[in-house]
């Protein structure tokens, strides 16, 4: 049985590729804060609750709605949230503000930290602020070797 043989091929042609369009977008920094027309929802940190808390403090007739509009329109960053989760951190306000004074670092987060075994954490804690006044530099894997 004959062995069939292909017929030899010219190699193709180097592919050219379309010049790339230049959007605008890419021509601006980019940025965190959401643009004013925006209705897209993003979690809220700690510290916007606790901004939101203090104006519904402030103001204990005006109705949940309202509240909802003037953090939307706020013109130095809105805060956009909605009606429904303003009345569920409402009712949650004491455990937000247990947080607050359990770990003011806790500010700038949007979930809780949940530590399992708090006397490892401690005992972490306490080795790392030895290490900084020592002078040494603490990095993850040592944390996790630890």
């Known amino acids: 049985m004959p062995s069939e043989k292909r017929k030899p091929r010219d190699k193709p042609a180097q592919y050219n590729q379309p010049a790339k369009k230049q959007n605008k977008k890419q021509e601006l920094p980019s940025t965190s804060a959401q643009l004013a027309q925006s209705t897209t929802r993003s979690n809220l940190t ?58 003011p670092n806790a500010l700038s987060s949007k979930r809780p930290r949940i530590v399992t075994r708090p006397d490892v954490e401690q005992a972490l804690i306490l080795w790392v602020r030895q290490m900084e006044n020592k002078g040494e530099m603490v990095s993850g894997p040592m944390l996790q070797e630890k």
């Open 46 to 103: 700690l510290s916007d609750w606790m901004t939101v808390f203090a104006y519904v403090d402030s103001h204990p007739t005006t109705p949940q709605n309202s509240i909802v509009n003037h953090f939307r329109t706020l013109k130095s960053g809105p805060l956009v949230f909605t009606q429904a989760t303003l009345s569920r951190k409402l009712h949650s306000r004491l455990a937000l503000e247990a947080r607050v004074n359990d770990n």
